[in-house]
């Protein structure tokens, strides 16, 4: 039962563009959503969150939306950079119960 | 300065051997995980420890035994290993409750390959 999914495996972006990441999910009761980023032989990296009472949340390049009806979040990176090239995941939780759900990941692949 | 540390960072064993691998947080979080992340690239949460009790036990087999000595260490303990244990085991840890946040900071990894 996979309430968390990343339909795309793989992206390959050219650099200065933007590059988006998807995630879907199942679980209405998810009420936080966050990205990690992880590279290769490293554990995941915390890269932004998103709260369900709200629809977007920015940080520098990277923006967060959260579309609540479709259950959808989307990562956006703008412009991408090749230090961007990395496995993107997306993981949701309820509030309060200690525990994150992880999508399957992105490899996104930002190329010159 | 490593946040979250992981011992040993691979790890080649036979099946039936029983092995340990360690986890220490210098980020003064009161809680600790463990995640499996396995050949499908799932990483999945196994247990998490709040302060040195255990808050979540996700149906994992009773022959993983998480230990925690103190709030910042937190050591997973296999006995009879399987084939089917090979995956990249993830220690994490987070300042819960964490208020609007629920970032974990996570460790190395740690390659476990049975055979």
């Known amino acids: 039962d996979q309430q968390v999914k990343q339909n795309s495996p793989s992206l390959s972006v050219q650099e200065g563009r933007i590059s988006i990441l998807n995630c879907d999910y199942t679980n209405s009761m998810f009420d936080y959503f966050l990205w990690y980023k992880k590279y290769p032989a490293e554990g995941p990296t915390f890269l932004i969150s998103?709260?369900?009472?709200?629809d977007k949340n920015e940080d520098g390049r990277f923006t967060v939306f959260l579309n609540k009806s479709a259950k959808h979040l989307s990562l956006h990176i703008v412009p991408s950079q090749p230090g961007d090239s990395a496995v993107y995941f997306c993981?949701?939780?309820?509030?309060?119960?200690?525990?994150?759900?992880f999508g399957t990941g992105t490899r996104l692949q930002v190329f010159p | 300065d490593t946040a979250v540390s992981q011992t040993p960072k691979y790890l080649v064993t036979q099946m039936g051997n029983d092995k340990s691998i360690k986890c220490e947080q210098n980020l003064g979080h009161d809680t600790m995980y463990w995640y499996k992340q396995d050949s499908k690239k799932f990483l999945k949460i196994m247990f998490s420890?709040?302060?040195?009790?255990?808050?979540i036990n996700e149906t994992v087999p009773n022959r993983f035994s998480p230990k925690s000595p103190d709030k910042a260490h937190l050591n997973l303990h296999i006995n009879s290993l399987e084939l089917g244990d090979s995956a990249v085991y993830f220690c994490?840890?987070?300042?819960?409750?964490?208020?609007?946040?629920?970032?974990?900071?996570f460790g190395p990894g740690t390659r476990l390959t049975v055979t």
């Open positions: 993981a949701a939780s309820i509030r309060n119960t200690d525990k994150l759900i």
């Open positions: 994490a840890s987070s300042q819960q409750p964490a208020g609007s946040s629920y970032e974990q900071y």
């Open positions: 420890y709040n302060n040195k009790e255990l808050i």
């Open positions: 998103i709260s369900s009472i709200k």
